[in-house]
């Protein structure tokens, strides 16, 4: 059974930074592209960021651009998000996913369909 379990989220003031994490189980995790969507209160789900499997690639939401940092572990199979500068608009329940594929180019994950969801780790940042 995959399990995608996030951590990380909580409350942080505007210009804080909060680093999300998301555990793999059940899959052979480097075989996965992984990435970071997010939901905020009454707006649909939105892409983040995204990284192949190999770690080689990495792509951002131009939201976050400059912010943001994906990275991934292998052996530990986790998947990382380390927010900086975080503004009230990044308040959100951010979702990891896995997607099976090999591609080398992490900007052609964010349209994809995913394989496996996380349950999401609520973000929020008070102005």
């Known amino acids: 059974q995959v399990q995608l379990v996030e951590s990380g989220g909580g409350l942080v003031q505007a210009g804080g930074s909060l680093r999300l994490s998301c555990a793999a189980s059940?899959?052979?995790?480097?075989?996965?592209?992984m990435a970071w969507f997010r939901r905020a209160p009454g707006k649909e789900r939105e892409f983040v960021a995204a990284?192949?499997?190999?770690?080689?690639?990495?792509d951002y939401a131009d939201s976050v651009k400059g912010r943001v940092t994906i990275s991934r572990d292998n052996t530990r199979h986790t998947v990382d998000l380390q927010m900086n500068a975080l503004k009230p608009d990044d308040t959100a329940v951010y979702y990891c996913?896995?997607?099976?594929?090999?591609?080398?180019?992490?900007?052609?994950?964010?349209?994809?369909?995913?394989?496996?969801w996380g349950k999401g780790t609520l973000v929020t940042v008070s102005s």
């Open positions: 996913a896995a997607d099976r594929t090999y591609t080398a180019q992490a900007r052609a994950i964010r349209a994809r369909t995913m394989d496996f």
């Open positions: 059940g899959l052979t995790f480097s075989m996965y592209a």
């Open positions: 990284i192949t499997w190999s770690g080689g690639s990495t």
